[in-house]
């Protein structure tokens, strides 16, 4: 069973920069969309970015676009999110996923409806 494992939250001013990480153990996710989705407290669940198996095609959400990248490394079995330019509405868990299907990680599909969910990384921004 796959389980995947996200570092790299953290408490930063805005203005500033995180890089998150996802690492999946227990298999490979070659085959797999991989993304990001967040959540904050009163929220519903927001899609940030999405990569297709291969790397050569990404999404973003709207209000993450031009300051946020996606990245993906399959012979390391990880993905990254490099985000820069961090406001205080950036402030939430975000969560790596997988699925087959990149539509069910651009569509914020519930953590039951995707392949594999992992449990969280808080990012805080601070006004």
């Known amino acids: 069973q796959v389980q995947l494992d996200e570092s790299g939250g953290g408490f930063v001013q805005a203005g500033g920069s995180l890089r998150l990480s996802c690492a999946a153990s227990g298999g490979t996710l070659r085959n797999y969309a991989m993304g990001w989705l967040r959540q904050a407290p009163g929220k519903k669940r927001e899609f940030v970015a999405a990569?297709?198996?291969?790397?050569?095609?990404?999404f973003y959400g709207d209000s993450v676009k031009g300051r946020f990248t996606i990245s993906r490394d399959n012979a390391k079995s990880t993905a990254h999110l490099e985000m820069n330019f961090l406001e205080p509405g950036d402030t939430a868990v975000y969560h790596c996923?997988?699925?087959?299907?990149?539509?069910?990680?651009?569509?914020?599909?519930?953590?039951?409806?995707?392949?594999?969910w992992g449990q969280g990384t808080q990012v805080t921004v601070s006004s």
């Open positions: 990569i297709d198996s291969t790397g050569s095609t990404k």
């Open positions: 996923a997988a699925d087959y299907a990149l539509g069910a990680l651009r569509g914020a599909f519930a953590p039951n409806e995707l392949r594999f």
